[in-house]
């Protein structure tokens, strides 16, 4: 697979549009992985740091309301 942006070989991938992106253009990004709620009520979140993102995609800067949730 080559890099989306330089068509040369790639060493990861996008991990919100699933790009191939070479060393030369991954950027990186917080990664919400889980959202649960805990025993004080409160939802809470594991996020992962610095997952690889291509600086093409947008993902939502605001948060969507899952009213299911509640």
Do not use: Q
Not at 24 to 41: A, C, N, Q, R, S
Not at 47 to 56: A, N, S
């Amino acid at each position: 697979m080559n890099c989306w942006h330089c068509d040369r070989p790639a060493h990861g991938i996008c991990r919100f549009c699933g790009r191939a992106l070479c060393r030369d253009h991954v950027k990186t990004m917080p990664f919400l992985l889980e959202i649960y709620k805990g025993k004080d009520g409160d939802h809470k979140a594991i996020v992962v740091e610095d997952t690889l993102y291509c600086g093409i995609c947008k993902p939502r800067e605001s948060p969507v309301i899952l009213k299911e949730l509640e």
